[in-house]
């Protein structure tokens, strides 16, 4: 199972996408998403916050810690947090688990689980920079919201298609999100 978590961040389509994307390959998926990015759904997406729960095989309320989700026993392969507050990424780099999601954090990086933490912010701070460090340095992958463009991509779809599937990359999951380097074009 790969585990979703959706924070409050602006974003919350990579996240989305990224549902989308592991249904259609057919891929289990867990799904936490905070009160705050319910929000920030609202702000910058015309979906009903029940069709994107719908999209997951299992839905975990984010402030529930009493879920069986938070235990080191709950069989899960990856988290990926996309997208990731700073509030979130500084939780997850300092061990304080807060909510569901950096608690599932915590136990991805104690069990050496793969974390993937998707931060999307602009301009960073040094504090910022320093917790990316901390989570690096503990096994956590961090992969910035920043699309490339050696795709060419068309619309706002594929550049969001970009970080979807650098996300399937370092999961080993073969994609069609995104097109490898072609220095030939």
């Given at each position: ?111 050496k689980r793969m974390l993937i933490v998707v931060p999307r912010e602009t301009p960073l ?49 073969e994609n069609k999100q995104l097109r490898p380097w072609d220095n030939k074009k």
């Open positions: 199972m790969i585990v979703i978590a959706i924070t409050g961040a602006s974003g919350v389509s990579y996240g989305v996408r990224l549902l989308r994307a592991l249904k259609e390959i057919g891929i289990e998926t867990g799904l936490l998403i905070t009160k705050s990015a319910e929000t920030i759904i609202g702000y910058e997406l015309d979906e009903e916050l029940d069709d994107i729960k719908n999209l997951s095989d299992m839905y975990y309320e984010s402030s529930d810690l009493t879920s069986s989700i938070n235990s080191g026993s709950f069989k899960f392969d990856s988290l990926i947090v996309v997208p990731c507050s700073m509030k979130t990424l500084s939780a997850i780099a300092n061990g304080y688990g807060n909510n569901s999601i950096t608690r599932v954090a915590d136990v991805a990086l104690k069990e701070r040094t504090v910022h920079i320093h917790n990316m460090l901390k989570i690096s340095e503990e096994g956590g992958v961090i992969l910035p919201a920043m699309p490339g463009f050696y795709n060419n991509p068309k619309d706002i779809y594929d550049m969001m298609d970009f970080i979807v599937g650098k996300i399937l990359n370092i999961l080993k999951i």
